[in-house]
């Protein structure tokens, strides 16, 4: 099956500051997912990209399709964007697996 | 619009004992999903139904069963529970594999 990595494992940020994280994978997907896993467990959709750019608020993320990876940018952190960051990616099916997620951890 | 709905959210089983996950969704999706999520790992396939009427196997299978019962409905069942099957279960839903995936809020199992 298709291999997705992120990078960076885990990100420690100051409120404020800027981060980006990275996922890539094996193979050319036609399904590319961003997702925040919030301290409670729920997962919340951030970003359907499996091309191109989009932008939402103090998120963006931009996946180069061609050369097989997607980086999520936060502008201006805040403690509430704490989480596990996952990105998701199916090929052709429907089996859509999953990166071990970037742990990103905002201090006051 | 709830989107998917898992039930229960939180269940203890003794091993051996069996159970079924409930999830149903009001989005009109044709295709459904069950993934488990284990500490510090992302979400594994356990089975999905594209449509229905059809169920098939993902990335592990093992001592599980689902059913699809109607459009809105996806359950999974544990016949024999085992301790390493202590996770966390989502279950999710999308217009077929192009399409947006929405996940459930989760069901907290641990086998004791």
């Known amino acids: 099956g298709i291999q997705v990595e992120q990078s960076p494992p885990d990100l420690i940020l100051q409120e404020g500051a800027n981060s980006t994280l990275r996922c890539n994978f094996s193979?050319?997907?036609?399904?590319l997912q961003w997702f925040h896993q919030n301290p409670w467990g729920q997962l919340i959709n951030l970003f359907y990209i499996p091309s191109g750019t989009k932008q939402n608020g103090r998120l963006s993320a931009t996946t180069v399709a061609t050369e097989r990876y997607s980086l999520l940018y936060i502008s201006s952190s805040q403690t509430t964007d704490s989480g596990v960051y996952f990105c998701?990616?199916?090929?052709?099916?429907?089996?859509?697996?999953f990166g071990a997620g970037t742990t990103v951890t905002v201090r006051a | 619009n709830a989107g998917v709905t898992q039930t229960p959210k939180f269940q203890v089983l003794k091993t051996g004992q069996s159970m079924t996950l409930q999830c149903a969704q009001d989005?009109?999706?044709?295709?459904m999903y069950w993934y488990r999520q284990d500490p510090g790992m992302g979400l594994r396939l356990i089975y999905y139904s594209a449509s229905e009427g059809t169920t098939d196997k993902g990335e592990v299978p093992n001592g599980y069963n689902v059913s699809r019962l109607n459009k809105r409905e996806f359950s999974l069942r544990l016949e024999s529970a085992a301790p390493s099957q202590t996770s966390v279960y989502f279950c999710?839903?999308?217009?077929?594999?192009?399409?947006?995936?929405?996940f459930g809020q989760g069901t907290r199992l641990t086998v004791v």
């Open positions: 989005m009109n999706h044709n295709s």
């Open positions: 193979d050319s997907v036609n399904n």
């Open positions: 998701a990616v199916s090929s052709n099916d429907y089996k859509l697996s």
């Open positions: 999710a839903s999308s217009e077929g594999y192009r399409g947006e995936a929405f």
